[in-house]
């Protein structure tokens, strides 16, 4: 009897144990019906991720005749690697990515906190946070280069009336601003993804809690520090992972404004990709340098994948 016993329960866990493999052998008929929809996924992503991942041990001639194509190993990474210019870029795209994700964040933070109140012309209001998401970036990227051009801009000439400067700031043309001034660009644009991820986290913050802990003599502070935060903890997370996400691969702003200039100041990954592969024609070292994003970019989504399924139980 204590052995029956003992089996009993492995035999209950073993199903569980169960590979992969094993389990997709078992259930081959349910992946037929996905079978279509995978097969587009490995030609239109499986395809390219592969023929970069191929294409970054070779060297590529300008002529684009790939078949004068040389191996090279993994000397490409090597050189990206230990390159001067890789170290700037990854700066400035470290720069780029980190201060939009923290000022989107706080700003949405702040707007979805004032518009989860109840007053007048809330809706009004709401409207209007969202244009700059719905903007196309494209439109919104030579708009402010016009509010940021040195003779004709309207910031600088307000700047000037105003007596903050005595002549126009030179915003894209400088190197100490150029990024700075992307990056306000860039928070401008996706503060209200951010407010909608947490204003729609707020509705789920109970306000009887709030009610108890203004009875219990809990501040505003207080409140929002030991009820607010937490409840928001899961969207916090999701929405900082999507923020820099794209952040990264953040391409539009940064090309049309300034092109990666003056001087290399502006620029991050994603445009040093596209200059080495469209502009120098070396897609040998811009596929490496594809490769490189692409890992970091798994590693995201990786958190990201985590932070979704969190608490989820492991069907058996």
Not at 146 to 170: C, K, Q, R
Not at 259 to 282: K, M, V
């Amino acid at each position: 009897m204590a052995a029956a016993q003992d089996d009993a329960p492995r035999a209950r866990v073993a199903p569980r144990r169960l590979g992969l493999m094993r389990r997709i052998v078992r259930h081959w008929a349910d992946y037929l019906y996905i079978l279509p929809a995978f097969a587009v996924m490995l030609l239109v992503i499986g395809y390219p991720i592969y023929d970069t991942v191929y294409l970054s041990f070779f060297n590529t001639p300008p002529s684009l005749a790939m078949a004068d194509k040389t191996y090279v190993g993994l000397d490409n990474y090597s050189r990206i690697l230990g390159s001067d210019s890789f170290r700037e870029v990854t700066i400035n795209t470290l720069i780029w990515t980190v201060y939009s994700t923290v000022f989107a964040f706080i700003l949405g933070l702040g707007a979805a906190l004032s518009l989860n109140n109840a007053f007048i012309g809330r809706g009004m209001l709401r409207g209007l946070f969202l244009i700059p998401y719905v903007i196309s970036a494209v439109a919104a990227s030579y708009v402010w280069r016009w509010l940021y051009h040195s003779d004709f801009g309207v910031i600088g000439a307000l700047s000037v009336a105003f007596g903050i400067t005595e002549t126009p700031i030179n915003f894209l043309d400088n190197v100490h601003t150029s990024l700075p001034s992307l990056i306000v660009v860039n928070v401008w644009k996706e503060f209200p993804f951010a407010m909608i991820m947490l204003l729609a986290g707020l509705q789920t913050v109970p306000d009887e809690l709030h009610r108890a802990a203004r009875v219990d003599g809990a501040g505003p502070w207080q409140r929002f520090w030991h009820i607010t935060m937490p409840h928001l903890k899961g969207v916090t997370m999701v929405t900082v992972l999507l923020l820099l996400v794209t952040n990264l691969n953040g391409f539009t702003i940064p090309w049309i404004m300034t092109g990666g200039g003056p001087a290399g100041s502006s620029d991050i990954w994603i445009t040093q990709i596209y200059q080495l592969a469209f502009g120098r024609i070396r897609f040998g070292i811009a596929s490496a340098y594809s490769v490189i994003l692409f890992v970091v970019m798994m590693g995201l989504g990786y958190f990201y994948v985590r932070a979704l399924t969190q608490g989820e139980r492991r069907p058996e």
